[in-house]
T-cell receptor, first 120, second 110 residues
Framework: GAVVSQHPSRVICKSGTSVKIECRSL??????MFWYRQFPKQSLMLMATSNEGSKATYEQGVEKDKFLINHASLTLSTLTVTSAHPEDSSFYIC????????????????FGAGTRLSVL | GIQVEQSPPDLILQEGANSTLRCNFSDSVNNLQWFHQNPWGQLINLFY???GTKQNGRLSATTVATERYSLLYISSSQTTDSGVYFCAADSGGSNYKLTFGKGTLLTVNP
């Protein structure tokens, strides 16, 4: 159980285009989903937190107009990198917190396999 | 926010050796997780361990919440154990955001 699917796994795009990354919880409902960014040989940095049906909360220094997050259901969140540029090239990872019946949540976060974005 | 520090940053072992990875955190924790990041970038959940001791095969972990540290033990290491090990913690609050340490890069040589 607790599978988080992230697609695509890799994307190469031209500068100026927009790229959408999907994050789905396959066998559980996710109260909250998180988006991280990881540069080579570095740790994960939280970009934003999204709760179903509400606007995402962005970390300091993350451009909300550049990184659009939509969390339309309890099983799907999307990250759109708008007008991508080479400096946006990175590894993007999503995670989800498990919402149990009755509205309680598990504390554990489950992670997707990541998306490697290369902007030419 | 909470600070998470991991040590050592790098560790090189011979196959069969044992190792201990450490994670210090600056505040009381609501959640603490250990992960192994494989060469393809996938984060593998190893332990959810805000307190106490757990074991899973050759791996075990202990968190001493009152002293604000957690340890990950790897026994009889194998080459497939190579990769980066991350500790991540949150101190509660409305969004339960995990803060990651910088990781320990483990290399197990045959």
């Amino acid at each position: 159980g607790a599978v988080v699917s992230q697609h695509p796994s890799r994307v190469i795009c031209k500068s100026g285009t927009s790229v959408k990354i999907e994050c789905r919880s396959l066998d559980f409902q996710a109260t909250t989903m998180f988006w991280y960014r990881q540069f080579p040989k570095q740790s994960l940095m939280l970009m934003a937190t999204s709760n179903e049906g509400s606007k995402a909360t962005y970390e300091q220094g993350v451009e909300k107009d550049k990184f659009l997050i939509n969390h339309a259901s309890l099983t799907l969140s999307t990250l759109t990198v708008t007008s991508a540029h080479p400096e946006d090239s990175s590894f993007y990872i999503c995670s989800a917190r498990w919402r149990l019946a009755g509205g309680m949540t598990k504390n554990i976060q489950y992670f997707g396999a990541g998306t490697r974005l290369s902007v030419l | 926010g909470i600070q998470v520090e991991q040590s050592p940053p790098d560790l090189i072992l011979q196959e069969g050796a044992n190792s201990t990875l450490r994670c210090n955190f600056s505040d009381s924790v609501n959640n603490l997780q250990w992960f192994h990041q494989n060469p393809w970038g996938q984060l593998i959940n190893l332990f959810y361990i805000p307190s106490g001791t757990k074991q899973n095969g050759r791996l075990s972990a202990t968190t001493v919440a009152t002293e604000r540290y957690s340890l990950l033990y790897i026994s009889s290491s194998q080459t497939t154990d190579s990769g980066v090990y991350f500790c991540a913690a949150d101190s509660g609050g409305s969004n339960y955001k995990l803060t990651f340490g910088k990781g320990t890069l483990l290399t197990v040589n045959p």
